[in-house]
């Protein structure tokens, strides 16, 4: 079965796109997509932003479990939860 790129909830969509356009700006390509578009980034450009949105997605879903929220992190999650990590 071929995959879709509809999002589940239709309404959601322009609220991924702020949150696409939001990142980009935190990553200081907001700039250039607006001025040449999506279609002439990166992959590597356009996966950070896809890995950021993720990223901020599992956090708020993470905090609406839990009942409170959360800042953004900083820094990886293996690094955040190195086992290995002396305190």
């Known amino acids: 079965m071929a995959r879709s790129n509809k999002p589940v ?10 949150m696409k356009y939001e990142i980009a700006g935190e990553l200081g390509i907001a ?5 040449q ?3 002439t980034m990166t992959s ?3 996966g950070r932003v896809g ?5 901020r997605m599992i956090e708020q879903y993470e905090s609406g479990m839990s009942g ?7 820094g990886t999650l293996t690094a955040q939860y ?6």
């Open 9 to 18: 909830n239709p309404g959601s969509a322009s609220a991924l796109d702020r």
């Open 31 to 35: 700039d250039r997509v607006r001025s």
């Open 37 to 39: 578009g999506w279609a």
């Open 44 to 46: 590597a450009d356009c």
């Open 51 to 55: 890995g950021q949105m993720v990223r």
């Open 68 to 74: 409170t929220t959360t800042q953004a992190t900083s």
């Open 82 to 87: 190195d086992a290995n990590k002396q305190p």
